[in-house]
């Protein structure tokens, strides 16, 4: 199926400042969103790889929060700094940047169905 | 890695009513996205299937659009009434909703790096 090679979505959901969740925007991830949709333009990916404005991806406290599928890397507190790292070492090399990968004991989800039907 | 063991985006952007694209979000999808969420956690599956609301899937024709991941099945003109056979077919059953797939010729996206630094 044709499909974006690489989709990568980052969290931009906004929360009252008053929420001690906090929130991925409050954080400065329109700014990650907006820079990885450029430099992925320069870098010559445009409907190669698609960077994506997400809602809450549930990992509030690791914000910014970005995942890469079809791989379903995760990346916590991610800034403007290391968007270059992700797209050339990941995205181009398809190497993770481990330094920024949520340990997986942080990470909301659960990999299997209780129930047993599972569908994978 | 813990994660979810599948994660539906619903497009729910929302664009200008006077842009000829159209949008999701006027085609009922913030409506099919609380579908998803509520029936998910009806049917068990809260933090093991994740449906999350997303900024524009770039297939604005298609609307309203959701992609699942890991496989990265996309669907299109998506509707209340379909929500259920989506979770019960697919997601739970494993087995893609075909009446409802974007045939490939239709999906945005280019499935190669052009460049031939291919990362998968």
Redesign the interface.
């Given at each position: 199926?044709?499909?974006?090679?690489?989709?990568v979505?980052i969290c931009?959901n906004e929360r009252d400042p008053s929420d001690p969740k906090g929130c991925c925007a409050a954080k400065g991830s329109p700014e990650v969103a907006a820079a990885f949709k450029r430099k992925l333009h320069e870098r010559?990916?445009k409907?190669?790889v698609?960077a994506?404005?997400?809602?809450?991806?549930?990992q509030c406290a690791q914000g910014v929060t970005i995942?890469v599928?079809?791989?379903?890397?995760?990346y916590g507190h991610v800034t403007l700094d290391d968007v270059d790292e992700i797209i050339e070492q990941?995205?181009?090399?398809?190497r993770p940047v481990e330094r920024l990968?949520i340990p997986?004991?942080k990470?909301?989800?659960?990999?299997?169905?209780?129930?047993g039907?599972?569908?994978?």
């Open positions: 199926m044709a499909k974006f090679q690489k989709h979505f931009v010559g990916l409907r190669v698609r994506n404005k997400a809602m809450c991806l549930d995942v599928y079809p791989e379903a890397t995760w990941h995205i181009v090399g398809g990968v997986p004991e990470l909301t989800g659960i990999d299997a169905v209780p129930d039907s599972r569908s994978r």
